[in-house]
């Protein structure tokens, strides 16, 4: 099966930056979809970002609207590695951030849909601590 591990997280200040990564291994089939989701206490885990590979063309990518232009969604598929680049961090970017690959779907709307759901493989997510 799919094993993710997360790595990067930490405690910041305001305005700060950080960058995740997500390592993954042992698959069992291919997904041209993988993403960033994360979980405040006490609220809903969220998509952050998602990135969906055509291979002929590149990646496409989404955002969730309260991290475009300060996060970027990236990938060395020679590491099988997928990064998560945040800058001007914000106290209400605190929450545990996960890495997940999506099982259900396949196509370019599943993965801008960002539905936890959809994904069926996650990591053991990595604090993210940003403070004032």
């Known amino acids: 099966q799919v094993h993710l591990v997360e790595s990067g997280g930490g405690s910041v200040q305001a305005g700060g930056s950080l960058r995740l990564s997500c390592a993954s291994s042992?698959?069992?089939?291919?997904?041209?979809?993988m993403g960033w989701f994360r979980q405040a206490p006490g609220k809903e885990r969220e998509g952050v970002a998602t990135?969906?590979?055509?291979?002929?063309?590149?990646?496409?990518?989404y955002y969730a609207d309260s991290v475009k232009g300060r996060f970027t969604i990236s990938q060395d598929n020679a590491k099988n590695t997928v990064y998560l680049q945040m800058n001007s961090l914000k106290p209400e970017d605190t929450a545990m951030y996960y890495c997940?690959?999506?099982?259900?779907?396949?196509?370019?709307?599943?993965?801008?849909?960002?539905?936890?759901?959809?994904?069926?493989?996650w990591g053991q997510g990595t604090q993210v601590t940003v403070s004032s």
């Open positions: 990135i969906y590979t055509i291979y002929a063309g590149g990646d496409y990518t």
């Open positions: 042992g698959y069992t089939y291919s997904s041209a979809c």
């Open positions: 997940a690959v999506q099982t259900v779907g396949g196509s370019w709307y599943q993965c801008s849909r960002q539905e936890r759901a959809d994904f069926g493989y």
